[in-house]
């Protein structure tokens, strides 16, 4: 949970590693402030991230974080990204609806990054 107790965050690109290295699960939303689907989104976003409090949810503006954008290589908003223990589980552009986004965050909780996690330790050996 951020400082204010919730768990719906503002991001910026200074933050982004701690957050995601401090936080079992983080949802990502890109978005900027000129897409009309990104601010429908943002209400189905902002409903679900109110269920799962113990998940962050994240906006990232890319028209101000761009260089976060460009290595994440964002070219379509709104864009969901989902990392479970550091690391990228789901990516992908496009707004859906809040059922949609329930079993995302459901399938997220019971993804198990374990042989991933493995699979990234033997290879930085």
């Not at 957050?19 to 209400?43: M, T």
């Not at 503006?61 to 690391?87: C, T, Y």
Request: glycine share 4%; aromatic share 10%; proline share 2%.
């Amino acid at each position: 949970m951020t400082k204010d107790g919730s768990n719906l965050t503002s991001l910026t690109g200074d933050k982004f590693e701690a957050l995601i290295e401090n936080n079992d699960i983080v949802f990502i939303d890109f978005w900027a402030s000129w897409c009309a689907p990104c601010k429908q989104f943002a209400h189905v976003y902002e409903r679900v991230a109110g269920s799962y409090k113990n998940i962050i949810f994240a906006n990232l503006n890319i028209e101000e974080e761009s260089e976060l954008a460009d290595v994440f290589q964002i070219r379509s908003i709104p864009h969901l990204m989902v990392f479970k223990q550091g690391i990228a589980i789901y990516s992908e552009a496009g707004s859906m609806p809040e059922s949609t986004l329930k079993e995302l965050v459901e399938q997220a909780l019971v993804a198990d990054v374990s042989e991933i996690k493995a699979q990234l330790k033997e290879e930085n050996k």
